[in-house]
């Protein structure tokens, strides 16, 4: 059972330009919505996370926005640069602390 | 990246083996997990720990088994290894003081012949 869904799989993007990868989930009792980055070789790292009692939060060129009715959240990265090129990963919880994550999405950012 | 270190880094055995993998960390956090990551699948939840001798399942469980003996290892056992195990898997811990911030190591890569 699936309760995560991300979208794209794979996203290219020239460099400046905005990338943004989108997930839906159904568990309405998650309350924590990480996104994580990963390098080739490497283990996930958190790069932003969010609470449902806010709309967006941003840190430096990365914003999560958060729609709670529709159960959406999605990860906005503003001027994209080449070494944003990573897999992201959305994830959710609720009070278990387990996380659920999406399928992740191959950025690919252009020179 | 929470004081985690994982062993080995790499692994290659043969189906019907036992495999052991190792999970270390130097910071005194209580909760850990084990995921195993697949093309198509993200990360899936193996087994978690919620401290010492405190484990339970999670959504892909069969065939692995989990051990913590102290608080700074978490061992993951592949009683009898198969093909359809040959994945990376990765190892996370929780931070005191934060919200379920998990935080992962270098990974395992293992692969079953």
């Known amino acids: 059972q699936q309760q995560v869904k991300q979208s794209p799989q794979s996203l290219i993007v020239q460099k400046g330009g905005i990338s943004i990868i989108n997930c839906a989930y159904e568990?309405?009792?998650?309350?924590?919505f990480p996104w994580y980055q990963q390098f080739p070789g490497k283990g996930p790292a958190l790069l932003i996370a969010i609470r449902p009692d806010v709309s967006e939060k941003k840190e430096g060129r990365f914003t999560i926005s958060f729609n709670k009715s529709a159960k959406q959240f999605s990860l906005h990265i503003m001027d994209s640069q080449p070494g944003d090129s990573a897999t992201y990963f959305c994830?959710?919880?609720?009070?278990?602390?387990?996380?659920?994550f999406g399928e992740g999405t191959q950025l690919t950012v252009n020179p | 990246d929470a004081g985690i270190t994982q062993s080995p880094r790499h692994k290659v055995t043969e189906t019907g083996t036992p495999v052991t993998l190792r999970c270390h960390q130097t910071e005194n956090h209580r909760y850990m997990y084990w995921y195993r990551q697949d093309p198509g699948h993200g990360l899936r939840l193996i087994h978690y720990?919620?401290?010492?001798?405190?484990?339970d399942k999670g959504e892909v469980s069969d065939g692995y088994s989990v051990s913590r003996s102290k608080t700074e290892d978490f061992l993951l056992t592949l009683e009898s290894a198969t093909s359809s195990q040959t994945s990376v898997y990765f190892c996370a811990a929780v931070p005191e003081n934060t919200y379920n911030e998990q935080f992962f190591g270098p990974g395992t890569r293992l692969t079953v012949l």
């Open positions: 720990s919620y401290g010492v001798k405190d484990t």
């Open positions: 994830a959710a919880s609720g009070a278990s602390g387990r996380l659920t």
């Open positions: 568990n309405t009792a998650f309350d924590y």
